[in-house]
C-alpha cells in the first residue's frame, strides 16, 4: 500500500512561487506514472502535469511554461514548481501515482491518491 502526502500549499499574490511536494510512504515500484491535478470549488478536477519513470513529462496547457513537474527518486518525492501564479490557478492540489503502467497521462486511472493541499493566489 502507498500513501501520498502533500505539501508546501498556501496563500500568495499574484505573481509569486509556490513548490508543493508529495513525499510516498510505502513502496512504489521503479516504474511508475505520477501526476499532479488540481480542484476549485464548483469545477471538475483537472489534470495539470505528469512524470513517469522514465523522466519523460507533459503538461496541460493551462500550466505550460509556468509549472515543472518533477521528482526524487531518492527521497520518494513529486514536486511541482509553480511560477507566475495567477489568481484562477487557486484550488486544491493533488497528487497521484500508478505503478507499472501501460501509459503515463493525466487521462489515465491512479490506485494512489494524496489528501491534497490548499494554494491560494490573489
Known amino acids: 500500500h502507498v500513501q501520498l502526502v502533500e505539501s508546501g500549499g498556501g496563500s500568495v499574490q499574484a505573481g509569486g512561487s509556490l513548490r508543493l511536494s508529495c513525499e510516498a510512504y510505502?513502496?512504489?515500484?521503479?516504474?511508475?506514472?505520477m501526476a499532479w491535478f488540481r480542484q476549485a470549488p464548483g469545477k471538475e478536477r483537472e489534470g495539470l502535469a505528469f512524470?513517469?519513470?522514465?523522466?519523460?513529462?507533459n503538461y496541460e496547457d493551462s500550466v505550460k511554461g509556468r509549472f515543472t513537474i518533477s521528482v526524487d527518486n531518492a527521497k520518494n518525492t513529486l514536486y511541482l514548481q509553480m511560477n507566475s501564479l495567477e489568481p484562477g490557478d487557486t484550488a486544491m492540489y493533488y497528487c497521484?501515482?500508478?505503478?507499472?503502467?501501460?501509459?503515463?497521462?493525466?487521462?489515465?486511472?491512479?490506485?494512489?491518491w494524496g489528501q491534497g493541499t490548499q494554494v491560494t493566489v490573489s
Open positions: 512524470i513517469d519513470s522514465d523522466g519523460d513529462s
Open positions: 497521484a501515482a500508478d505503478e507499472l503502467p501501460h501509459f503515463c497521462s493525466v487521462y489515465r486511472e491512479f490506485d494512489y
Open positions: 510505502g513502496y512504489i515500484h521503479d516504474t511508475y506514472c
